[in-house]
């Protein structure tokens, strides 16, 4: 049955309900004329006349009379189910779907979605932690987070905050091996690097080099594809490596971490957060995007300043 057909039995049992054809026109939004068309239609599609029609009221024929009795539930049925797909999309309950990368996302998001949860016990996370870029549409993501601008030209996207990466060690390892004091003395060192999860490719240390981030392999004593190992690695002192803020910065404040050659750090790179729709969002999903860029848009938990980099440096 088609969607006009639908539209036609809503205005008929409207024109019955208020008896006239002009008051459900009006209800509806729609003219007279449109409105009568839209009834007389339907007679025509199912072969009766369903209305008396005078100047001073309407009477249902019995072909007519059947149709309303039959037609009401469905149409009430109707209401009730376009009356709760409004309500989802202004209450903040239910799924909440969230993608983003596996390398340093779950430091990040884990207490804001935390915080999130517990102010709204009704919201149903449903987090997929992937480093390959996946399709949105297909997802049916409701947020997103990557490192880098998105390939996909159909999201919105806000930069939250700079990615430093930065190059260093636990105590006892400088204490045995020594701070280097340039890059070339790197080669001397015992070096981590990580592989990506995907490719399995080495990934390149990023080095800002006269305002230029080039980048440089390493020759790795350890390499992993998780970024926990490779925290983990560094902090027992088996190796110095290159960590991202967000997942340095509080061992960094806590002496646990001490950065080197500051001067090298580079943050060119930013975590962005992309959503698909400024005006069509459930109201759990611009919520959520609220909190995110409240806690994380540069975040002086996770970014360090230059002077905070240093003041470490020299402990």
Not at 110 to 131: A, K, N, T, W, Y
Not at 290 to 303: A, G, N
Request: proline share 5%.
């Amino acid at each position: 049955m088609a969607f006009n057909t639908f539209k036609a039995v809503a205005t008929f049992a409207q024109a019955v309900e208020l008896g006239s054809i002009r008051q459900a026109a009006l209800a509806q939004g729609i003219t007279s004329q449109a409105a009568s068309q839209a009834i007389a239609q339907l007679e025509q599609d199912l072969g009766v006349r369903l209305l008396h029609r005078t100047t001073r009221r309407l009477s249902l024929t019995e072909e007519g009379r059947c149709l309303l009795e039959n037609s009401l539930p469905a149409l009430a049925a109707l209401d009730r189910s376009l009356a709760l797909v409004r309500g989802l999309k202004d209450d903040i309950s239910g799924p909440l779907r969230i993608v983003g990368p596996k390398t340093g996302l779950p430091a990040l998001l884990m207490p804001v979605l935390d915080e999130f949860c517990r102010s709204h016990p009704g919201i149903q996370p449903e987090v997929q932690l992937d480093d390959s870029i996946g399709n949105w549409v297909q997802d049916r993501v409701d947020i997103g987070f990557r490192i880098g601008p998105s390939p996909d030209k159909n999201v919105i996207g806000r930069r939250l905050l700079p990615v430093q990466m930065i190059i260093c060690a636990a105590p006892r390892y400088l204490e045995i091996h020594g701070v280097p004091a340039s890059l070339d003395e790197l080669a001397q060192h015992r070096c981590s690097v990580y592989r990506h999860a995907t490719t399995e490719h080495i990934t390149p240390w990023f080095l800002k080099i006269d305002n230029e981030v080039e980048q440089r392999f390493m020759t790795p004593a350890f390499s992993t594809n998780e970024a926990e190992m490779e925290l983990q690695a560094v902090l027992a002192g088996l190796v110095i490596g290159q960590l991202a803020n967000f997942s340095a910065a509080s061992h960094i404040r806590a002496g646990r971490l001490i950065p080197v050659l500051v001067e090298h750090v580079s943050d060119d790179i930013g975590l962005y957060v992309y959503y698909g729709s400024r005006t069509s969002q459930p109201r759990r999903v611009r919520a959520f995007l609220d909190l995110v860029l409240m806690r994380l848009k540069e975040s002086p938990d996770i970014v360090l300043s230059h002077a905070e980099l240093h003041a470490a440096a020299r402990r």
